[in-house]
């Protein structure tokens, strides 16, 4: 029984980081040279839903592809793009932000089988929203420190290339975030016991 769910973890470790690979594709390049993309919503969704390990485990999958010559990151691909490009804080910052978004998860989101009461509902969402939230910070925390020490640029000037353009579609993927990890948490747990 345990080896039939270890396989089923292996799966959807490996299924959420071909997604992860998948979207490099969706992106829309800007001037600054870091694009929009939906990567960062899907590491986090990993780490939501298959927890810190297994989510962590398919964001590194992901950067082990990149990093032997797969173009996943945002169409670019080797060690190089995450040791000296704009990116590199983001791509790193998708690991931590897996990691962090799943350890919230494990140790906060105790969904309950009824959740017909609205302070139970209410709270539900609200763990899910901080899980997704912590994830984002420490992504771009990540991604900004590394855009300012490739870039030279202060930290007002990073900021406003890097943070304020990606504002509002942050705030649009954080909350697909949260809905289709309260779709799907319940159907994952079920499938990995």
């Known amino acids: 029984m345990k ?9 959807l470790t490996a299924l959420f980081s071909a997604l992860i690979c998948a979207t490099a594709f969706i992106q829309i390049p800007l001037p600054i040279g ?18 810190p390990l297994y989510g962590t485990l398919s964001v590194l999958l992901f950067l082990v592809v990149g990093i032997i010559g797969l173009p996943v990151f945002s169409g670019k691909a ?15 910052g998708y690991l931590l ?7 919230c998860m494990q140790f906060f989101y105790k969904p309950e089988k009824n959740e017909k009461s609205a302070k139970t509902a209410f709270k539900s969402w609200l763990v899910l929203f901080f899980a997704a939230v912590i994830a984002t910070v420490a992504l771009f925390t990540l991604g900004i420190a590394r855009f300012m020490a490739i870039s030279e640029k202060s930290f007002i000037q990073s900021i406003s290339l890097v943070l304020l353009p990606f504002l509002p579609g942050n705030l649009i993927k954080l909350g697909l975030v949260v809905i289709l990890t309260k779709r799907l948490h319940r159907f994952i747990q079920e499938i990995t016991q």
């Open 3 to 11: 080896n039939k769910s270890l396989s089923k973890k292996a799966s």
């Open 34 to 51: 870091v694009p929009i993309v939906i990567q960062d919503m899907t590491a986090i969704l990993a780490g939501m839903l298959l927890g």
């Open 78 to 92: 080797g060690f190089h793009v995450i040791s000296q490009g704009l990116t590199g804080g983001f791509l790193v």
């Open 97 to 103: 932000s897996a990691f962090l978004a799943g350890l």
